[in-house]
């Protein structure tokens, strides 16, 4: 069976903190995609990542990086420096590489970055 | 802008009654996809069409229904509401092509309330 776990629930800092959303997994597939979105209050899911199985690099796209660790089926998000703006629920999400493609999602992690 | 386009975004409505829900994909999309996100059971997976056939089924209860026209919109019915039925019902399309299936863009929602 295919699952995301992301066992923070709420997590607040003070603006400027770094922050680390965990993300565990679990497939028996060998190839799948991984994914972040963002949901900000307004209620819109925001693409922000997908990583293929094989690429195991670890990226990073402006304050944000993402670290992918198949041995431990992580694929865990920090931000650098939050901003009031990161404000948001993170889902982390797993798509099994059968027909359909669908995403199973994690319960998602509400990050709360004070001023 | 996702390109996805959900209506209404906003619904009220009283138990025991049926309500269709709207979702136009990007342009040149094939596949749409539904997913409920409600308090209890996060975000899940409903079902998926492809060019109008049925692709793949996720916990879609029987008293809901969807399906996807010759220009690729889709809709999904919901009867005999229930207030547990009231949620945050996404659209997400992406061009239906191997791999590129991994490529789902999101609709703005629609937040149904069962009262």
């Known amino acids: 069976a295919q699952k995301v776990t992301q066992a923070q629930t709420e997590i607040s800092v003070v603006e400027k903190e770094d922050v680390t959303l965990d993300c565990v997994y679990e497939?028996?597939?060998?190839?799948?995609?991984l994914f972040w979105y963002k949901q900000p209050p307004s209620g819109e899911l925001v693409f922000l990542i997908r990583?293929?199985?094989?690429?195991?690099q670890n990226e990073i796209s402006g304050r944000y990086s993402w670290n992918f660790q198949k041995s431990t089926s992580s694929f865990n998000f920090t931000i650098t420096a939050s901003q009031v703006v990161d404000s948001a629920v993170y889902f982390c999400a797993l798509t099994p590489m059968d027909s359909s493609y669908k995403l199973i999602f994690g319960s998602g992690t509400r990050l709360l970055v004070r001023p | 802008d996702s390109g996805v386009t959900q209506t209404p975004k906003h619904l009220i409505t009283a138990t025991g009654q049926r309500v269709t829900l709207r979702c136009s994909p990007r342009s040149g999309d094939l596949s749409v996809y539904w997913y409920q996100q409600s308090l209890d059971q996060g975000l899940q997976f409903l079902i998926q069409y492809y060019n109008g056939e049925e692709r793949a089924k996720g916990n879609i209860l029987e008293r809901f229904s969807a399906q996807q026209f010759p220009d690729l919109h889709s809709e999904l019915n919901l009867s005999s509401l229930e207030l547990g039925d009231s949620a945050l019902y996404f659209c997400?399309?992406?061009?239906?092509?191997?791999?590129?299936?991994?490529?789902?863009?999101f609709g703005q929602g629609t937040r149904l309330t069962v009262v």
């Open positions: 997400a399309s992406s061009v239906g092509r191997g791999q590129k299936d991994t490529e789902a863009f």
């Open positions: 497939t028996r597939d060998t190839t799948y995609y």
């Open positions: 990583r293929n199985s094989f690429d195991e």
